[in-house]
């Protein structure tokens, strides 16, 4: 953003229509109509979203006076009476209040933040929020698919967006694929709000060093793998489907997805010699497993399909979210299996 330029100005408007609109829009200066009243207390955090009825917070309810909208923690905070607020700064944070690194195998999810003059900070959410950089990768109709839509990993980090309308698209959530071949490589985000710009510096780590046995307790006890894929990661056979079941119109075999038959098989995930299986093609590194999983794509870009899991931001349970340290667990259990 250009810090000579004209400042954004954030109005908030005491009454009337309070949809987020732009008026006078460019990368000088851009006017932000909010709905609300007032100004709400130095310490207080928001989302802004496009969709933001006048006096309305993001869930529907209706913020107090003198709460800066869809704000309910600030009631009875006295308005600013000094004038329309500015949007004095952005920044691109993680969303996991983590500093700005990711390893390869990561989905790192983004949000922008604005900073006004009263010292509010302001979450802009996704709506509104384009990501330009790095390149956004739009996964292919797994019925229909061409050839890869990936970058191709080389001396430089390699990372993208995806939007997947097949799986549904996560907004803002960095996937990195490869470290690069450099001593201290970064990644540059960057991103408009409106008209205004942003970027930030990703930090990538160090490859992560998986662990076998951890591994093996997430494929077969924390996220039970094994019912789509095999106890072993070989794929799901045909023979495994019931006595009386039916084949296809075009004689196709159906197969069994944790008891549901679907007209295609989990694929084997082992490193099984000249089986074509995920961890015995070298196409498939530890990183992109890891980003395939959890961006629901193959190494082509293609989009997976039902049964598979929806990896990105999964809990485990415990508090711990998956990253890539448990797919390089996953991915060095997988290289044991060969049956």
């Given amino acids: 953003m250009n810090r000579g330029a004209a400042l954004l100005v954030l109005a908030i408007a005491g009454s009337g229509a309070g949809l987020l609109a732009a008026s006078g829009c460019s990368s000088d200066g ?3 109509l909010l709905g609300g009243a007032g100004a709400a207390d130095a310490t207080a955090t928001t989302d802004v979203t496009a969709s933001l009825d006048a006096g309305a917070a993001p869930d529907g309810t209706t913020a107090p006076t003198g709460a800066a909208p869809g704000d309910g923690a600030s009631e009875g905070a006295p308005a600013d009476d000094a004038g329309p607020l500015t949007v004095t700064s952005m920044a691109i944070l993680s969303a996991y209040g983590t500093p700005l690194q990711a390893a390869a195998g990561d989905a790192l999810p983004l949000l922008v933040q604005l900073t006004l003059s009263n010292g509010v900070t302001v979450n802009a959410g996704q709506t509104g929020v384009v990501w330009v950089a790095p390149a956004t990768v739009v996964a292919q109709d ?15 980090p390699t990372a993208f967006f995806v939007q997947n309308a097949w799986r549904g698209s996560k907004p803002g959530t960095l996937f990195v694929v490869d470290r690069g071949t450099g001593s201290s490589p970064e990644i540059t985000v960057a991103a408009t709000y409106l008209d205004a710009g942003v970027s930030a510096t990703v930090t990538i780590l160090p490859d992560r060093v998986g662990d076998a046995a951890a591994g093996g307790q997430l494929f077969q006890r924390a996220l039970l793998c094994y019912g789509c894929h095999g106890p072993t990661a070989g794929g799901s056979p045909a023979e495994t489907l019931p006595d009386g079941a039916v084949a296809l119109a075009d ?6 997805l944790w008891g549901q038959a679907y007209p295609y098989p989990a694929p084997g995930l082992n490193a099984a ?9 070298r196409a498939w590194t530890e990183g992109m497993f890891a980003v395939g999983a959890q961006a629901d794509i193959d190494n082509h870009g293609v989009a997976l399909r039902s049964p598979m899991p929806q990896w990105a931001g999964a809990n485990l349970g415990n508090g711990h979210t998956l990253d890539a340290q448990d797919f390089a667990d996953l991915y060095a259990w997988l290289l044991t299996q060969t049956q």
Wanted: proline fraction near 12%; hydrophobic fraction near 40%; charge should be negative.
């Fill in 30 to 32: 851009t006017v932000l």
């Fill in 142 to 156: 797994p019925y229909d698919a061409g050839a890869s839509v990936l970058p191709e990993t080389g001396a430089q």
């Fill in 251 to 256: 004689g196709g075999p159906l197969f069994l």
């Fill in 273 to 281: 010699p000249d089986s074509g299986h995920l961890a015995a093609d």
